[in-house]
């Protein structure tokens, strides 16, 4: 390996969330040292991601199949949808083991600073899904930022003609707080104490 290209390794590990540039020459250094253990088998793994991993074409989560794993799973209760902002907050609530229904991923939230509007997100599809499906309850699981909030208020006001109760996280998640940083009971409490908006 050259110098260039252990360069280029700390460059791309320094892009990583949490990562800086010594933490990212830190772990370029023990890749390197663990170059079969690791190295070879995480490069294989990333390979095969980048190539495999795609959108569910109904839910939006990642996975290798399409429809992914969650919307096909015959124990889910189809008829509940858990409305979040993106994939690593479908996966903290997987992790609670609390929610028993199937998502729905926005990708991000409405921020008009940010020139985000309606027609970025995954919204139409929502309400599609609402329309057609036999949906009996969607819960909004936003952030309890002010975007947060406001894409809640913009999804509430859009089903309220698919004849489907819309409900809330409610206790546990603080206003600022972001569904990837809470923890499991948090997020457990939050599910069951849910209420209409």
Known sequence: MSVSDIDSLIQYLSKLPGLGPRSARRAALYLISNREKLMEP???AMASAAENVKNCSRCSNLDTNDPCHICIDPRRDVSVICVVESVAD???LERTASFKGTYHI???ILSPLDGVGP???NIRDLIGRAAKENVKE???ATS???DGK???HYITDRLKDCGVKVSELAHGIPVGGELDYLDDGTLSAALKERRST
């Open 42 to 44: 995480l490069g294989a």
């Open 90 to 92: 479908l996966w903290a």
């Open 106 to 108: 926005l990708g991000g």
């Open 119 to 121: 027609e970025d997100l």
């Open 138 to 140: 969607i819960i909004l």
């Open 144 to 146: 309890a930022t002010v």
């Open 150 to 152: 406001t894409t809640a």
